[in-house]
């Protein structure tokens, strides 16, 4: 069913009892973000902030559960969806002629323009409150965390339009408040809105953006969605609501944006404006993502509707509510990855430590001799897919979201000398691994179970077997790492985790590289991870978000006599020679916030006390360290 805007969706949230309503005042900086962070993590509800300081009740984590995320797109779960688009693309690949002939002719595309997005002449609902004297400290923009440039935007709809096609896009960028009229536009490098940009920039003339906030909740989504680029969010958002969405167009400028919108921010952007400073910014990487120069966005009005709600979110160590709509992506983009790249896909799953980019697991229906590889291949190039790190590939019968089973599947299935394969390539910008921004090292791993034409040597054995090795392994390294550092076996696997004060002792991670090189005696195999001292060992999670975001793979990882992997992910500020870029903090809530909101928890009503969670990752934050910075 749609939503006529935030308030319904709220009221749907209610009545499921997955809201919270908050009237104890809570400050948009730092505090709400504080808040929110330990509610996420701890499973919460969605939060309605109706006491901050303005007139507009802020809604937060409001896709952070399975069932809220099913919630915001109409349905009980997002299995409905994928079937819905698995239907539409079986009928259209079961057609004969070219692609558009059956399109053109499929009962599926006329059911699917049934949903193109049209446009009314007539004001809508978010333009019945206008403000031609824009003032953005009208609204509570969150400042997230201690080190942040300032207040940002996080929950945007971003509206352009290519000047010479006049294709329309709506992308997800977040917005640095500047002063009261306007911002910073951190669209990336490898975004469509930065690609509408330099287009305008060779006309000369302004860019007409608008900025939409709430709405239908399915907008968010469509707005993150990894669409092709000819491909209208609307569209998207349409078809899963079975209901076009109108467009109305804006005061000031020429761009449209949906009638049911809670808040519309329009402006321009001078292309041939010199660009400002943006950020840092706590990011979805669990990192702050560093200062840099975007350009700037004058707001020339700010309309609403009567009862606007102002929608946030927040990022920063996994898993946030972020987790919650990649998870969507995989189920709902499941069947267009199969149909239009890799029909062998059978699941996808981008685990939370992840954070989206830095690792896929991919399950395929094996068939022939080399086709985990031509998986590997085809998927490092396709549309988002470009940008993950470490992609892995299975077959058979493994459930690829069980870590401990998967675990044992690879070490059985892969062959250390020939099922890894290295390359390099275009990066997240938010990757801070490479010494070379946006470009950096890859790791594709073909885990498949092999056939009778392939080469087949397990990289180690199953659980329980050889475990005089793992113990003699993990005395080795501690010999070599020296007094003060720490290990573990997790699993009875031939796992070895290993905590080692880089700062200190910049060469540790090297020589404990080179002198497992030397090992000529086959007495062991397994797999050596190495990881900063701050880490506790024995919490895999964090121990694999830490080694996937610090990790460039062609740099980082080390192959023994086919035996052992060993992969380094400490910190490379500290390494030898020193690291070509600035290296990122880590994302923490600071000590006087966690106290005022301690002191205020039982007034909030959201039930017995929850811990912060910065507490458990303080340590990781290296505050003072002229080798790690924040901004």
């Known amino acids: ?27 948009p900086v730092l505090e709400i973000t504080e808040i929110t962070d330990r509610v996420t993590k701890s499973g919460g509800k969605a939060l309605l902030f109706e006491n901050n300081g303005t007139n507009f009740p802020l809604l937060i984590n409001a896709y952070a559960s399975d069932k809220r995320m099913a919630m915001a797109m109409g349905k009980h779960d997002l299995d409905e969806v994928a079937d819905e688009i698995a239907d539409l693309l079986t009928q259209i690949s079961s057609t004969t002629g070219s692609f558009l002939s059956k399109l053109r002719s499929l009962p599926a595309f006329i059911k699917l ?13 978010c333009q019945r409150v206008i403000h031609r004297d824009p003032d953005l400290n009208i609204l509570p923009v969150l400042k997230c965390w201690p080190h942040d440039g300032g207040r940002f935007v996080t929950l945007p709809m971003v509206h352009t339009i290519n000047p ?26 490898h975004k469509t809105g930065a690609a509408h940009f330099e287009s305008w920039k060779k006309t000369g003339r302004l860019m007409p953006v608008s900025v939409a906030l709430g709405g239908d909740p399915v907008y968010a989504y469509a707005a993150t969605a990894p669409l092709p680029e000819n491909i209208n969010e609307y569209i998207l958002a349409g078809f899963l609501r079975k209901k076009k969405v109108r467009l109305v167009k804006c005061i000031t400028n020429e761009l449209y944006v949906p009638s049911d919108a809670d808040i519309i921010i329009e402006g321009y952007v001078d292309p041939l404006e010199e660009p400002v400073t943006e950020g840092p910014f706590g990011d979805h990487t669990g990192f702050y993502s560093l200062s840099d120069l975007y350009p700037v ?18 990022v920063g160590i996994p898993p946030m509510e972020d987790a919650w709509l990649t998870k969507a992506t995989e189920k709902i983009f499941l069947p267009p990855l199969k149909l239009v790249i890799q029909p062998e896909i059978e699941d996808l ?20 001799p080399g086709q985990g590889k031509k998986v590997i291949n085809s998927l490092s190039g396709a549309g988002q897919m470009m940008f993950t790190k470490y992609l892995i590939v299975v077959s058979g019968n493994v459930d690829i979201r069980d870590y401990r089973k998967l675990f044992g599947h690879v070490c059985r299935n892969t062959d250390l000398s020939s099922d890894l394969l290295f390359t390099s390539g275009p990066l997240d910008v938010l990757d801070h691994s490479s010494e070379t921004f946006a470009l950096g090292g890859k ?19 199953s659980q329980g077997e050889r475990t005089g090795e793992k113990d003699s392994l993990m005395n080795q390294i501690l010999k070599i790492a020296g007094n003060g550092n720490n290990a573990y076996r997790p699993y009875d696997m031939p796992i070895v985790i290993a905590g080692v004060n880089s700062e200190k002792d910049k060469s540790i991670s090297s020589r404990i590289r080179m002198e497992l090189k030397k090992d000529e005696t086959g007495s062991f195999s397994g797999l050596i991870i190495i990881v900063d001292h701050t880490l ?15 990790t460039d793979p062609r740099r980082d990882i080390d192959i023994v006599d086919g035996r052992i992997l060993i992969i380094d992910g400490t910190i490379k500020a500290f390494m030898e020679g020193g690291f070509a870029r600035r290296w990122p903090n880590v994302v923490c809530s600071a000590e006087d916030t966690i106290e ?36």
């Not at 506790?536 to 610090?550: C, E």
């Open 1 to 27: 069913m749609p939503y006529s805007g935030l308030s319904a969706f709220i009221d749907s949230l209610e009545k499921a009892g997955e809201l919270a309503r908050i009237k104890t005042y809570a400050d």
């Open 113 to 125: 323009s049934g949903y193109f997005p049209v446009t009314t002449g007539r004001k809508g609902i």
């Open 297 to 314: 966005l004058h707001v020339t009005c700010i309309t609403h509707s009567e009862n606007a709600v102002y929608p946030a979110t927040i």
């Open 443 to 461: 790791l594709g791993i073909d885990a498949t179970e092999k056939l009778s034409d392939e080469k087949s040597s397990p990289w180690m054995f």
């Open 536 to 550: 506790d060992v024995r919490d895999l999670f964090t121990v694999s978000w830490q080694v996937l975001s610090n």
């Open 596 to 631: 005022k909101v301690d002191k205020k928890w039982d007034s909030l009503g959201l039930g017995p006390f929850i811990v912060s969670p910065s507490l458990k990752s303080s340590g990781l934050n290296r505050t003072g360290n002229e080798h790690i910075i924040t901004g």
């Open 164 to 189: 010479v096609t006049r294709k329309a896009n709506v992308g997800m960028y977040r917005m640095q408040i500047l002063d009261r009229n306007r911002t910073a536009m951190h669209w990336q490098l």
């Open 349 to 368: 799953h981008m685990p939370d430590a992840g954070t989206a980019h830095n690792l896929a697991i991919v399950k395929i229906k094996k068939s022939f």
